[in-house]
């Protein structure tokens, strides 16, 4: 097969178009003809990644128009993508996979695609089938219609979260536009506000562990100089100050268990805000870390993953602490709970629960023996997360979503 992907961007700068880069580079080693396109690169391309591009004066004013709609609260108005890049090469494809939406590809694009191909796109967030939030926080107007949004301020000036949800939901409407869930929790998500007439699959994301060449603890220990008798609390995020992750529900249940004396490993960018919070207990900054080996070892370093996030569909941080034998306890959210699975995989506690999180971090810092969950944790990511698991059901989902255009 001849595969389209389209992302943001590529390498890990996001969750979506890591994704999409590690599934070009697994259907390519299946034997499958892949492009991945790249809205805004942000490292050295891959040889089956192109740039697409705002080139000459009328796509670079397009372009423009769509930044200053989506200042003004509007989705991608205007499908410059498909205008001036996409529509001159899709003939050489058999389908077109995106991978985003939020404030990188208008929805119109996938509609002018739909008409002449198939169109796939994976629901890594909310946002293609809300009024554009990523992370609707408990409001529930998307089942109907948006409007009088709680978020307007955040998503622009003014509040078009009740056509912007038309727009997305015109996606819907065709039946050569497909949808994939990551996670079952997004599937019934975007099941109460869409009326797919095309397929609308479950496929988890797959996770490669070969980058990381993940080692024991007490070897990654070893090689980052970190204490090989101390309990060692891993909070890691892209951005430490973003609010949706619950950085401060983390923080404050180190704070509370400080008379503990664990040792906690900030990993993603930090900020002198949040230091401060931890001021009087043992810590350690890494930055954001991209290299997969480096991240790797300071996950396995780690006794647990803190991850207490607000939202969220399939979280990859997870998957790399488990894949790293390193249990996770988290709020019980989204997507979260097929993960994280109480006395298999790690602990859940309710979201926002502020004391419940910090009695279950005392617990885990006083027990004995939480390498069996972590030992559980790595199986889980091994079997059911596997690349070729993952592989092999997009395959199935293209030729069947192409065997009717063939018959």
Same mark, same amino acid.
């Given at each position: 097969?001849?595969?389209?992907?389209?992302?943001?961007?590529?390498?890990?700068?996001?969750?979506a178009?890591?994704?999409a880069?590690?599934?070009?580079?697994?259907?390519?080693?299946?034997?499958?003809?892949?492009?991945?396109?790249?809205?805004?690169?942000?490292?050295e391309? =891959?040889?089956?990644?192109?740039?697409?591009?705002?080139?000459?004066?009328?796509?670079r004013?397009?372009?423009h128009?769509?930044?200053?709609?989506?200042?003004?609260?509007?989705?991608?108005?205007?499908?410059?993508?498909? @205008?001036?890049?996409?529509?001159?090469?899709?003939?050489?494809?058999?389908?077109?996979?995106?991978? %985003?939406?939020?404030?990188?590809?208008?929805?119109?694009?996938?509609?002018?695609?739909?008409?002449?191909?198939?169109?796939?796109?994976?629901?890594? %967030?909310?946002?293609?089938?809300?009024?554009?939030?990523?992370?609707?926080?408990?409001?529930?107007?998307?089942e109907?219609?948006?409007?009088?949004?709680?978020?307007?301020?955040?998503?622009?000036?003014? %509040?078009?979260?009740?056509?912007?949800? =038309?727009?997305?939901?015109r996606?819907?409407?065709?039946?050569?536009?497909?949808?994939?869930?990551?996670?079952?929790?997004?599937?019934?998500?975007?099941?109460?506000?869409?009326? @797919?007439?095309?397929?609308?699959?479950?496929i988890?994301?797959?996770? %490669?562990?070969?980058?990381?060449?993940?080692?024991?603890?007490?070897?990654?220990?070893?090689?980052?100089?970190?204490?090989?008798?101390?309990?060692?609390?891993?909070?890691?995020?892209?951005?430490?100050?973003?609010?949706?992750?619950?950085?401060?529900?983390?923080?404050?249940?180190?704070?509370?268990?400080?008379?503990?004396d664990?040792?906690?490993?900030l990993?993603?960018?930090?900020?002198?805000?949040?230091?401060?919070?931890?001021?009087?207990?043992?810590?350690?900054?890494?930055?954001?870390?991209?290299?997969?080996?480096?991240?790797?070892?300071?996950?396995?370093?780690?006794?647990?993953?803190?991850?207490?996030?607000?939202?969220d569909?399939?979280?990859?941080?997870?998957?790399?602490?488990?894949?790293?034998?390193?249990?996770?306890?988290?709020f019980?959210?989204?997507?979260?709970?097929?993960?994280?699975?109480?006395?298999?995989?790690?602990?859940l506690?309710?979201?926002?629960?502020?004391?419940?999180l910090?009695?279950q971090?005392?617990?885990?810092?006083?027990?004995?023996?939480?390498?069996?969950?972590?030992?559980?944790?790595?199986?889980?990511?091994a079997?059911?997360?596997?690349?070729?698991?993952?592989?092999?059901?997009?395959?199935?989902?293209?030729?069947?979503?192409?065997?009717?255009?063939?018959?």
């Amino acid at each position: 097969m001849k595969v389209a992907l389209v992302s943001k961007t590529n390498g890990s700068f996001g969750g979506a178009s890591f994704f999409a880069e590690n599934l070009g580079k697994w259907l390519g080693e299946a034997g499958h003809e892949v492009s991945q396109f790249c809205v805004e690169p942000r490292r050295e391309l =891959r040889p089956y990644q192109k740039p697409l591009r705002a080139s000459g004066l009328a796509a670079r004013f397009v372009r423009h128009a769509n930044w200053r709609a989506r200042q003004l609260g509007m989705v991608e108005p205007f499908p410059w993508e498909y @205008w001036f890049g996409l529509r001159k090469t899709m003939t050489k494809f058999d389908l077109v996979h995106f991978h %985003d939406l939020y404030m990188a590809i208008s929805p119109r694009t996938l509609q002018s695609i739909a008409r002449h191909k198939p169109v796939v796109l994976t629901l890594h %967030d909310t946002s293609a089938f809300t009024g554009g939030c990523i992370n609707p926080q408990g409001c529930r107007q998307f089942e109907l219609q948006c409007g009088n949004c709680p978020q307007k301020f955040a998503l622009g000036k003014f %509040d078009f979260t009740r056509s912007n949800l =038309r727009q997305v939901r015109r996606l819907a409407h065709s039946s050569n536009v497909n949808f994939v869930s990551p996670s079952r929790w997004i599937r019934t998500e975007a099941g109460r506000s869409l009326r @797919w007439k095309g397929r609308a699959e479950h496929i988890p994301n797959g996770f %490669d562990q070969r980058a990381y060449r993940f080692q024991s603890r007490a070897k990654a220990r070893e090689l980052l100089g970190l204490p090989a008798g101390k309990r060692i609390v891993a909070i890691a995020s892209a951005a430490l100050e973003n609010k949706l992750k619950g950085i401060r529900f983390a923080l404050d249940a180190i704070v509370a268990n400080r008379d503990l004396d664990p040792l906690t490993i900030l990993i993603g960018q930090s900020s002198p805000a949040v230091e401060s919070i931890l001021k009087g207990t043992a810590f350690q900054t890494t930055g954001f870390v991209e290299d997969r080996y480096e991240l790797g070892l300071h996950f396995a370093a780690a006794d647990v993953l803190l991850y207490p996030s607000l939202g969220d569909n399939l979280p990859v941080t997870i998957q790399e602490a488990m894949a790293a034998g390193t249990p996770v306890l988290a709020f019980s959210v989204g997507g979260v709970p097929e993960l994280v699975r109480p006395g298999e995989t790690g602990w859940l506690v309710p979201a926002g629960d502020q004391a419940a999180l910090n009695r279950q971090l005392r617990e885990i810092l006083q027990a004995e023996n939480i390498g069996v969950l972590g030992e559980q944790a790595r199986n889980v990511i091994a079997e059911e997360f596997s690349v070729n698991r993952c592989v092999e059901r997009h395959v199935r989902l293209y030729r069947e979503i192409l065997r009717p255009a063939e018959a």
